[in-house]
C-alpha cells in the first residue's frame, strides 16, 4: 500500500483477516480500499471497525470520522419494481442475489461498472446488462425484462391440389401404357415363333424348286400368320407406349416452387410417330422435342 499497489495491498489484508480475524485488519483494508476509489466498501468497514471498537478505543472516533467524511461520495442505487416486473424475478448485481427486501431501496454501491442479471423465476435464459455509477450518484434501475425472440412461424406447406382431369389423365396413361406393354411382350412371342417356323421352312423346302414337304408347308403357312401378328402387335405397343409417354410427358406438373422462382417452365412436349409395314418389311420412327 505504501507503493501505491492498492490491488495487491487489499486483496493481502481481506486474505489476513480470513485467516486471522482482527479489528485492525478491517481498519486498513478500509483505509486501503478507500484508496482504491470502492468508496462504499470502505465506508462499510469502517462503520463496522466503529461498530466493533469499545468507547475508550481511540481507533473509534477515527473509524466513525472516516466513514462520515465518505457519505456524501456514496453512489446509491435504487431497484425499482414495474408493473412490466414478472412476479419472482431473480437479481443478481456483480453475481451477488439481491432479495425483494432490496427493491425500492437506495443501496450504497461503489463507483464504477456494474453488471445486473435477470432471471424469470420460471426459467429461460438470463438477461444480462451493464451500469455504471459515479461518486455522489442517486440512481434508480427499473427490473425490465427484454421480450424473447420467438422462433418464427414455419410457413404453411403447400399441399399440391391435382388439376381437374388429371385423374382421367392418369387413368388413360396407365391404359395406353399397359396396351403398349402387352403388344411389345405379344409381338416378341410371336416374333421368335415366326422365326422358330422359319427355320422349320428353311429345313424342309427347296426355293429353288418352290418345292415343300408338308411339315415345311406348314411351317411356312403358320409363320407368315404369326409374323403378321408379330408386325401388328409390334405397331399396338409401340403405338401404345408412345401414346403412354405423350400423356405422361405433357401433364401439367403441379408446382413446387415459389412463385418468385426464377426456374424457366418446362416445355410441352410434342411426340410425332411414324408406322409402315409392307409384305416383307416395315418401319417405325419417333420424332419431336422433350
Same mark, same amino acid.
Given at each position: 500500500?505504501?507503493?501505491?499497489?492498492?490491488? #495487491? /495491498? &487489499?486483496?493481502?489484508?481481506?486474505?489476513?483477516?480470513?485467516?486471522?480475524?482482527?479489528?485492525?485488519?478491517?481498519?486498513?483494508?478500509?483505509? &486501503?480500499?478507500?484508496?482504491?476509489?470502492?468508496?462504499? #466498501?470502505?465506508?462499510?468497514?469502517?462503520?463496522?471497525?466503529?461498530?466493533?471498537?469499545? /468507547?475508550?478505543?481511540?481507533?473509534? $472516533?477515527?473509524?466513525?470520522?472516516?466513514? @462520515?467524511?465518505?457519505?456524501?461520495?456514496?453512489?446509491?442505487?435504487?431497484?425499482?419494481?414495474?408493473? /412490466?416486473?414478472?412476479?419472482?424475478?431473480?437479481? @443478481?448485481?456483480?453475481?451477488?442475489? !439481491?432479495?425483494?427486501? *432490496?427493491?425500492?431501496?437506495? !443501496? $450504497?454501491?461503489?463507483?464504477?461498472?456494474?453488471?445486473? #442479471?435477470?432471471?424469470?423465476?420460471?426459467?429461460?435464459?438470463?438477461? @444480462?446488462?451493464?451500469?455504471?455509477?459515479?461518486?455522489?450518484?442517486?440512481?434508480?434501475?427499473?427490473?425490465?425484462?427484454?421480450?424473447? =425472440?420467438?422462433?418464427?412461424?414455419?410457413?404453411?406447406?403447400?399441399? $399440391?391440389?391435382?388439376?381437374?382431369?388429371?385423374?382421367?389423365?392418369?387413368?388413360?396413361?396407365?391404359?395406353?401404357?399397359?396396351? %403398349?406393354?402387352?403388344?411389345?411382350?405379344?409381338?416378341?412371342?410371336?416374333?421368335?415363333?415366326?422365326?422358330?417356323? =422359319?427355320?422349320?421352312?428353311?429345313?424342309? &423346302?427347296?426355293?429353288?424348286?418352290?418345292? &415343300?414337304?408338308?411339315? %415345311?408347308?406348314?411351317?411356312?403357312?403358320?409363320?407368315?400368320?404369326?409374323?403378321?401378328?408379330?408386325?401388328?402387335?409390334?405397331?399396338?405397343?409401340?403405338?401404345?407406349?408412345?401414346?403412354?409417354?405423350?400423356?405422361?410427358? *405433357?401433364?401439367?406438373?403441379?408446382?413446387?416452387? $415459389?412463385? @418468385?422462382?426464377?426456374?424457366?417452365?418446362?416445355?410441352?412436349?410434342?411426340?410425332?410417330?411414324?408406322?409402315?409395314?409392307? =409384305?416383307?418389311?416395315?418401319?417405325?420412327? !419417333?420424332?419431336?422435342?422433350?
Amino acid at each position: 500500500m505504501a507503493v501505491g499497489d492498492y490491488d #495487491t /495491498a &487489499c486483496a493481502r489484508f481481506g486474505d489476513s483477516d480470513k485467516l486471522d480475524p482482527a479489528v485492525g485488519t478491517r481498519f486498513n483494508l478500509a483505509d &486501503c480500499e478507500e484508496r482504491r476509489g470502492r468508496v462504499a #466498501t470502505a465506508w462499510s468497514l469502517f462503520r463496522g471497525v466503529a461498530a466493533e471498537l469499545s /468507547a475508550d478505543d481511540d481507533r473509534k $472516533p477515527i473509524a466513525e470520522e472516516r466513514a @462520515h467524511a465518505l457519505d456524501a461520495r456514496l453512489p446509491y442505487l435504487t431497484l425499482q419494481r414495474t408493473s /412490466a416486473t414478472p412476479a419472482g424475478v431473480r437479481v @443478481h448485481v456483480d453475481g451477488v442475489e !439481491l432479495g425483494e427486501a *432490496s427493491f425500492g431501496v437506495a !443501496l $450504497p454501491m461503489d463507483p464504477g461498472a456494474h453488471q445486473i #442479471t435477470l432471471l424469470k423465476a420460471t426459467g429461460g435464459e438470463a438477461q @444480462h446488462s451493464t451500469f455504471m455509477l459515479s461518486e455522489g450518484e442517486r440512481a434508480n434501475l427499473p427490473l425490465l425484462l427484454r421480450p424473447e =425472440k420467438s422462433a418464427p412461424a414455419p410457413e404453411p406447406a403447400v399441399v $399440391p391440389q391435382p388439376s381437374p382431369g388429371s385423374s382421367s389423365r392418369r387413368t388413360w396413361t396407365i391404359v395406353t401404357g399397359a396396351v %403398349g406393354v402387352t403388344g411389345v411382350a405379344v409381338g416378341t412371342v410371336t416374333g421368335i415363333i415366326t422365326l422358330s417356323k =422359319k427355320g422349320t421352312a428353311d429345313r424342309y &423346302c427347296k426355293d429353288e424348286l418352290q418345292l &415343300c414337304s408338308p411339315t %415345311g408347308y406348314d411351317a411356312n403357312r403358320s409363320g407368315k400368320a404369326f409374323g403378321i401378328a408379330s408386325g401388328v402387335s409390334f405397331g399396338v405397343g409401340i403405338a401404345g407406349l408412345v401414346a403412354a409417354s405423350y400423356l405422361w410427358l *405433357s401433364a401439367p406438373s403441379t408446382p413446387s416452387q $415459389p412463385a @418468385h422462382s426464377s426456374i424457366p417452365k418446362s416445355r410441352t412436349p410434342t411426340v410425332n410417330p411414324q408406322l409402315a409395314w409392307s =409384305k416383307n418389311s416395315g418401319f417405325f420412327s !419417333l420424332g419431336g422435342s422433350f
